[in-house]
């Protein structure tokens, strides 16, 4: 549709439609982007909103030629699924009905669009908060997605839902530190690379210095408590709502573990959580919301 190389929905698809490139990214997350126990309505519409986000993703940071470009004319198709056309691309097309039945509106996917737009230019962030602002466009609309798709609409909820989804953004950004060097990005915040006298060419040898490691520490810890901040919200919800949230937060925790047990070396490659210490955390958290 775009006129270049773009990695979306060209892949073999399985009988649902689904390309199998977005089977496998799901399968690759840290956290279950749709329990298998959910009803199928609800996962239904948990993967469609996540096939178009795991493509935003992928337009943003794989995609072959101007990417800039190839995220504007997405977000021009992205439109036409409120429009009586309808989208183009077969992604968007299987997120009209949900977006329909959900009353969703384009915002969440906009800012998603625009928090990849921000990384064609930037590739540094100075401060922790400017970090953060970030995460406002690239991880709270997901949670925020999330609870649309279980009609929990009570405004009070949010506020707890960003600090899990900042938390996991931020969780995933230490996974992938040397993934995200060699793409020429850095999101370890500056002043704290000077804090803890990690200099950016660190980013680049086989192994991760003392200096980073401690540095991977703090910031795992940090991440952590947003985390916890956050968890709460389990007990606030009811039902599948409640199920779904505790498999996102329980990604998280495993996925802190994970950076913990490799000792935080995230340059050769990305610690990820085993699937055991995310339903271990599960169970941990729906036990306590239960109480």
């Known amino acids: 549709m775009f006129g270049m190389a773009a990695p979306t929905t060209t892949a073999p698809s399985g009988p649902d439609g689904r390309p199998d490139r977005l089977r496998r990214s799901e399968k ?30 992928d337009l943003g940071d794989e995609a072959v030629g101007d990417r800039t470009q190839l995220l504007h004319a997405f977000r021009n198709d992205l439109a036409l699924v409120w429009a009586p056309a309808g989208p183009e691309e077969p992604v968007l097309r299987r997120l009209v009905p949900t977006a329909s039945a959900l009353g ?35 991880a709270e609309p997901v949670g925020r997605l999330v609870l649309a798709v279980f009609g929990a609409t009570d405004q009070r909820l949010l506020p707890l839902s960003d600090k899990i989804c900042t938390a996991l953004q931020l969780i995933e950004h230490w996974q992938d530190v040397g993934e995200d060097r060699r793409a020429g990005r850095i999101y370890l915040p500056t002043e704290d690379l000077q804090a803890f006298g990690v200099r950016p060419e660190e980013l680049d040898e086989p192994t991760a210095s003392p200096a980073l490691r401690r540095l991977l520490d703090f910031e795992t810890r940090r991440a952590e408590q947003l985390l916890d901040e956050g968890a709460p919200l389990v007990g606030l919800l009811h039902g599948w709502a409640r199920c779904a949230v505790a498999g996102y937060v329980a990604g998280g925790r495993a996925a802190a573990g994970a950076l913990r047990r490799s000792g935080f070396d995230v340059l050769p490659t990305a610690p990820r959580g085993h699937r055991t210490a995310v339903v271990r955390h599960v169970v941990s958290l729906l036990a306590r919301a239960a109480r």
């Open 28 to 57: 690759a997350e840290n956290f279950p982007v749709a329990l298998r126990a959910l009803p199928p309505r609800y996962r239904r519409h948990l993967l469609a909103i996540y096939d178009v986000l795991r493509v935003i993703d």
């Open 104 to 138: 969703l509106g384009p915002e969440p996917f906009e800012a998603l669009i625009e928090a990849n737009l921000a990384d064609q230019h930037t590739f540094r962030y100075g401060t922790f908060d400017e970090l953060v602002g970030y995460c406002r466009l690239s």
